[in-house]
């Protein structure tokens, strides 16, 4: 038998995080909403923090024609590889704005930002933490996003 776990440290609170962290979310936090999403409302941000110290922020861009919408955490993650080239991501913070009102917890990201964030941590050989958060601050911390793939494919399987 395999099993596989996943370990998330969980916060109530942005009082709890360590500056460092807090800072990254709330990068997050301020772009929140400045996104393209007029057809499903639903604004996420996700915030780099490459291993200079610099933050760089993504934020969900969708399209008329839905295939097109890309997620904030490859826009990121885009614009990370892109204004700090050959730089390591350390860390990611990832909010949402939730139109229904109905989440309390934080989101993770979806099938094809974990697959995106499992090249990246393979390029650059050392793992991503996310700090996956929301408006109402409660924070979930995973210290290796490969972690939410588990079994996955790359590059070493061609
Ligand atoms: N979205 C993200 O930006 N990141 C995720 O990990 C999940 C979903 C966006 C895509 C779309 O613009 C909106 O949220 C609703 O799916």
Redesign the pocket.
């Known amino acids: 038998m395999k099993q596989i776990n996943i370990e998330l440290e969980t916060y109530e609170s942005l009082q709890d995080l360590t500056r460092n962290d807090r800072t990254l979310v709330e990068a997050a936090l301020k772009r929140l909403g400045t996104?393209?999403?007029p057809?499903?409302q639903?604004?996420?941000s996700?915030a780099c923090e490459s291993a200079d110290g610099e933050i760089w922020i993504g934020?969900?861009?969708?399209n008329a024609s839905y295939p097109v919408?890309?997620?904030?955490?490859?826009?990121a993650l885009s614009v990370s590889n892109m204004q700090a080239p050959g730089q390591a991501i350390r860390s990611m913070a990832?909010v949402?704005r939730d139109p229904s009102g109905r989440h309390h917890d934080p989101?993770?990201?979806?099938g094809?930002?974990r697959q995106a964030l499992s090249e990246q941590t393979q390029r650059q050989e050392a793992p991503i933490r996310l700090l996956l958060s929301n408006e109402k601050g409660a924070t979930w911390i995973c210290a290796d996003a490969n972690s939410l793939l588990p079994l996955s494919f790359s590059l070493k399987d061609l």
């Open positions: 996104g393209h999403a057809y499903s639903f604004h996420v996700a934020t969900n861009q969708e919408g890309i997620c904030a955490e490859r826009v990832i949402y989101l993770a990201p979806c094809m930002c």
